[in-house]
């Protein structure tokens, strides 16, 4: 069964930094593209960014963290990461990460019908 749990959300000051954590089960990180998706009240689903390894090493961002956020993938640990820094108020929001079939596109999407997703974790940027 596969599963996808997010972890390291919370409250942080502009500026500020933080590290998301999926944690992946039942899936092959080899084989799935992971990505990260946010969603602000009142906003739809954003696609933030994606990596997969598969046929090479590939991954997007959206326009809006590109050069704030770095996404990387543990294998062995079957952890993928979201490295966010100089966060901004709207950064703020529940952040998903979900596995689907490669390639990473940009804009980041994933399928609705093939698509895994966790549960969230929120993360809000507020003085």
């Known amino acids: 069964q596969m599963q996808l749990e997010e972890s390291g959300g919370g409250l942080v000051q502009p500026g500020g930094s933080l590290r998301l954590s999926c944690t992946t089960s039942g899936l092959t990180l080899d084989y799935y593209a992971i990505g990260w998706f946010r969603q602000a009240p009142g906003k739809e689903r954003e696609g933030v960014s994606c990596?997969?390894?598969?046929?090479?090493?590939?991954?997007t961002y959206s326009d809006s963290v590109k050069g704030r956020f770095t996404i990387s993938s543990d294998n062995a640990k079957k952890t993928v990461y979201l490295q966010m820094d100089s966060l901004k108020p709207e950064d703020t929001g529940t952040y998903y990460c979900a596995a689907d079939f490669p390639p990473c596109l940009t804009p980041v999407r994933f399928s609705n019908w093939t698509s895994f997703w966790g549960q969230g974790t929120q993360v809000t940027v507020s003085s």
């Open positions: 990596i997969s390894s598969r046929g090479g090493d590939t991954v």
